[in-house]
C-alpha cells in the first residue's frame, strides 16, 4: 500500500508524539508532505574531516573525529554547562553543552572514537562547538556521507531539543524509505521533455540527498519552475477569467475629441513609449472585456497626455470619466494642466476635493448625474456616495501605490445608472475601464508576479531633449560651498527645493531639523532679496497650498520641505533638489525627490547631502543614486537591498511565500515558468488535454489548499 502523504507526521517511524509536537510548533510541518517539502537551506560537505589543529576563527562547520578525554560542570551564574574535552592527534577543543547536561553526560563515553559536528567558536585561546552533532564513528561509518549534505531550516527550540539537523535528515531518509521515494509528477511529459527537467521524484530526491552537484542543481531548477509556474498559472488564469467574465462598455470610436485634439493641439511630438501605451489602451478599450491596466511610468515620462488621450476615447464614445490622485496639491495640479488641454475642445471638466465648497459640490453631482459634466478630476472625494454619474466609461488612478485595492474596486462600483449592458447578458451594472498609474518602477519580473490581476504598459523612455539631472553626494561640512551654488543657480533665475526626512518615530527631532535648516537658510537668504517657503506636515492643508502655489508662480526661490512634496508637483523652473540627511531616505523615495527637478530645459542637479557616518546600505543607496538616472534600475537595486516584502502588492500576491524560489534572483525562472504557463494555457484554456490532466489536477489541489506546496499527494 502507498503512503498518503496527508498522514500525519507522528506515523513516520522515529518521529513520535513529543517530536512531532515539535515539528509542528516550530516549523508547521504537520504531515507527510510538509517534511517532504522541507527544503534545506544549503549543502555542506561532509565527506571532509578536518584537524583540530586546521580549524580557524570564523570558519564554517567542520566535521571532526576524535576522543572524549573527561567532563566538567561548570557553574555559572546563569546556569549551569557541561564542557567536555575532546582531543585528535593534533589537539584539543571543548564541546560545550547549555542544555540536556545529565542525559549527554551519561550517554558519552571517553576513550571511545566519535564524530563531531557543529560549527566552532574561538573563545579563551582555545576552540569550542556548542551543542554539536555528536556520533560514534562505528555508528557514523553506516550511514552514507555525502559532499553535499542538507542543512534544514530550524530554530533554537528545535536544536536545544536534540531535533539536530542529523534527527531531521534520519526522518527524511525514512520518509524516502516508507513512501519508497516515489511522488505524482506535477508537470506535463512537453514541458519536462522541453527543460529536461528532472522526475518529480528524482528532484525530491536529490534535493534532499543530492547525488552529484550537477543533479542537485537541476532539482533546485526543476522545483523552482514549478513553484514558480504555478503561481503564473493562477495568475494568468485569473486574468483570462476576469476577461471573459467581466463585460466591459466597448469604446468602438475613436472620434471627434481624440482625433481633433491628436491633430490641432497636441502641445508635442508623443515618444514611441507613449505612442505604445496608447495603442495598448485603445485595444483594451475596444475589446468587450474590461480594461484593468496598470501604466508604469517613471517620473517624469509623460504619463498624464496618456491618460488624456484615453479620456478623450472615452468621451468620444459617450462616456464621462474620472482621474483621481492622492493628495489635494496633485489633484489640483492634475486639474490645471487638463483644463488647459480641455479649453480647446471644449470640454467639460471639474475639481473635486475634500476643500470643494458645498455649492460647487451641488453642482458638480447634479451634472455628473445629469450628463454635463464630462470629466471629473479629485482627491478621495471622489468615492463618496453622494457622487454619481450618468455613465463613467472611465476611471484613472494617479500614483496607484497611494491607494489599496479597496478604493479601486468602490470606483468600479461608480457606473451604476442605467447603463444597458453591451452583450446583454452581463446581470448588474457594467464596471467603467480602469487605468491605475504608477511612478514607482517595479522591476517587471515583480510586477508580474504581483499585480497578475493587471495587464501591464510601460512608459519606458523619457520625452526628448530631458537633460539628465546631475546628482551629486556632498558631505555635511561641504554645506557652505552647496550654498554658494545655490545662490548661483538662483541668480540664474531657478528656484530651489530644500527637502529634509520626516519619520514618524522620530517626529519630533525631524522637526526640530527642519525649522534649525530653515532658520541657517533664512540667515544665509535673507530677504528681501530671497523669498522662501516652507510646507510640513503640520501646517494647514490651505497653508500648504498657498505656500506651493507661491513657489510654483515662481514668487518664492527655495521651498523647505518635509517630504510631502514627494509625489507629482511640477514645477518646471526647479532646478536643484538638496536632499538633507539623504541617508536616511530610501532609493524609491530619493529617486521620486528627485524627479522634481529636470522638468524644465535648463540642467538640473541633485545634491545629496549627509554625515561621514553612513551604512554600506546607504552607501549603496547614494552611489546608485549619483550613477544612474533610470528608474527601473534604481528599483532592482532597491529590491535587492530591501528584498520584496516592502513593496506594495507583495504582502497579497504570496511571492513572500515562496519555499523555495527567490523571484529577484531566480528572474530568469520566472520568465520561462511565466513562457510556459502562458502557453499551456493558449493551447487548452480549460486544462482539459490528457497531456495537462496533471496540471489540472496540481493546480486544483493547489487552490483548495492555497499552498503550493501541499499540492501533490
Ligand atoms: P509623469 O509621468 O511624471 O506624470 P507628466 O505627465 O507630468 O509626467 O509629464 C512631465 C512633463 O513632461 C510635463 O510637463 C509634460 O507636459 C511633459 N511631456 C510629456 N510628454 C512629453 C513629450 N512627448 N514631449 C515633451 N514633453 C512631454
Ligand atoms: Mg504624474
Not at 110 to 139: A, C, Q, R
Request: charged share 25%; net charge positive.
Amino acid at each position: 500500500m502507498s503512503v498518503n502523504l496527508q498522514t500525519p507526521i507522528d506515523y513516520l517511524k522515529g518521529v513520535g508524539p513529543n517530536r512531532a509536537d515539535l515539528l509542528k510548533s516550530e516549523l508547521s510541518i504537520h504531515t507527510y508532505q510538509d517534511l517532504l517539502n522541507l527544503f534545506p537551506n544549503r549543502y555542506i560537505d561532509r565527506t571532509r574531516y578536518y584537524k583540530i589543529n586546521e580549524l580557524q576563527q570564523n570558519s564554517a562547520e567542520v566535521q571532526i573525529i576524535g576522543q572524549i578525554t573527561s567532563f566538567k560542570e561548570v557553574a555559572k551564574k546563569r546556569g549551569k554547562r557541561l564542557v567536555v574535552t575532546f582531543q585528535d592527534d593534533t589537539s584539543t577543543m571543548e564541546l560545550v553543552w547549555f542544555r540536556g547536561q545529565k542525559w549527554i553526560r551519561e550517554s558519552l563515553k571517553t576513550n571511545t572514537p566519535y564524530v563531531i559536528f557543529g560549527k566552532t567558536n574561538w573563545y579563551n585561546g582555545k576552540f569550542s562547538m556548542p551543542h554539536p552533532d555528536i556520533e560514534l564513528v562505528s555508528e557514523h561509518e553506516k550511514n552514507l556521507r555525502s559532499a553535499m549534505q542538507a542543512i534544514y531550516p530550524s530554530t533554537e527550540k528545535l536544536s536545544n531539543k536534540g531535533i539536530t539537523n542529523r534527527v531531521v535528515s534520519k526522518i527524511m531518509q525514512q520518509l524516502f524509505l516508507e513512501t519508497k521515494g516515489k511522488f505524482v509528477e506535477t508537470l506535463s511529459e512537453t514541458i519536462k521533455g522541453e527543460l529536461k527537467l528532472l522526475s518529480k521524484s528524482e528532484a525530491l530526491f536529490n534535493i534532499h540527498f543530492p547525488k552529484s552537484p550537477e543533479l542537485l542543481a537541476r532539482a533546485q531548477f526543476r522545483l523552482k519552475f514549478e513553484e514558480l509556474f504555478y503561481i503564473q498559472l493562477q495568475l494568468i488564469l485569473k486574468n483570462l477569467i476576469h476577461k471573459s467574465k467581466i463585460k466591459g462598455f466597448t469604446f468602438d470610436q475613436v472620434g471627434h475629441y481624440f482625433n481633433t485634439f491628436y491633430k490641432e493641439h497636441l502641445p508635442f511630438e508623443l515618444t514611441n513609449a507613449q505612442k505604445r501605451v496608447l495603442k495598448e489602451i485603445r485595444s483594451d478599450l475596444g475589446s468587450q472585456a474590461q480594461m484593468n491596466r496598470l501604466l508604469q511610468g517613471d517620473v517624469g515620462s509623460g504619463k498624464t497626455i496618456v491618460a488624456f488621450m484615453s479620456m478623450l476615447i472615452g468621451l468620444d464614445n459617450g462616456f464621462q470619466c474620472c482621474l483621481m490622485a492622492p493628495t489635494e496639491i496633485l489633484s489640483v495640479q492634475h486639474y490645471n494642466s487638463l483644463h488647459e488641454l480641455c479649453k480647446p475642445l471644449n470640454i467639460s471638466i471639474k475639481l473635486l476635493t475634500g476643500s470643494s465648497k458645498t455649492s460647487e459640490r451641488k453642482e458638480i453631482h447634479e451634472s455628473l448625474e445629469n450628463g454635463d459634466l464630462q470629466i471629473l478630476v479629485g482627491t478621495h472625494a471622489l468615492l463618496e456616495d453622494k457622487v454619481k454619474f450618468k455613465n463613467l466609461g472611465l476611471a484613472i488612478i494617479d500614483e496607484q501605490h497611494r491607494f489599496g485595492v479597496a478604493q479601486r474596486s468602490k470606483l468600479w462600483k461608480k457606473s451604476t445608472t442605467q447603463n444597458i449592458p453591451p452583450l446583454g447578458e452581463t446581470k448588474g451594472a457594467v464596471p467603467p475601464h480602469i487605468l491605475v498609474m504608477t511612478a514607482t518602477p517595479i522591476p517587471r519580473t515583480l510586477a508580474m508576479s504581483i499585480y497578475g490581476d493587471l495587464d501591464i504598459s510601460v512608459i519606458d523612455e523619457l520625452p526628448a531633449g530631458r537633460k539628465p539631472i546631475k546628482t551629486v553626494h556632498r558631505y555635511d561640512n561641504n554645506r557652505l560651498k552647496v550654498f554658494k551654488f545655490i545662490k548661483d543657480e538662483i541668480a540664474k533665475g531657478r528656484q530651489i527645493y530644500v527637502v529634509y526626512p520626516l519619520i514618524q518615530e522620530s517626529e519630533k527631532m525631524d522637526y526640530k531639523d527642519l525649522m534649525d535648516g530653515y532658520e541657517s537658510i533664512s540667515r544665509e537668504f535673507p530677504m528681501p532679496n530671497y523669498q522662501i517657503s516652507i510646507v510640513h506636515g503640520k501646517m494647514k492643508s490651505e497653508d500648504k497650498d498657498y505656500e506651493m502655489q507661491r513657489f510654483a508662480k515662481g514668487e518664492t526661490q527655495i521651498m523647505v520641505a518635509t517630504t510631502v512634496i514627494e509625489v507629482g508637483v511640477n514645477v518646471p523652473n526647479a532646478s536643484v533638489m538638496v536632499i538633507e540627511s539623504a541617508e536616511r531616505f530610501g532609493l524609491s523615495q530619493l529617486h521620486q525627490l528627485r524627479g522634481r527637478v529636470g522638468r524644465g530645459a535648463e540642467q538640473s542637479y541633485c545634491i545629496l547631502m549627509t554625515s561621514h557616518k553612513l551604512s554600506s546600505d546607504s552607501k549603496t543607496r547614494l552611489q546608485t543614486m549619483v550613477h544612474t538616472n533610470d528608474g527601473f534600475e534604481i528599483a532592482e537595486v532597491d529590491l535587492k537591498l530591501r528584498g520584496p516584502g516592502d513593496i506594495m502588492g507583495t504582502q497579497q500576491s504570496g511571492v513572500l511565500n515562496l519555499r523555495i524560489a527567490d523571484v529577484i534572483k531566480d528572474k530568469d525562472i520566472l520568465n520561462q515558468a511565466r513562457y510556459y504557463a502562458k502557453k499551456v494555457l493558449h493551447l487548452d484554456p480549460t486544462l482539459t488535454l490528457p497531456e495537462h490532466k496533471a496540471i489540472l489536477y496540481t493546480y486544483k489541489q493547489m487552490s483548495k489548499y492555497r499552498n503550493i506546496w501541499n499540492y501533490i499527494s
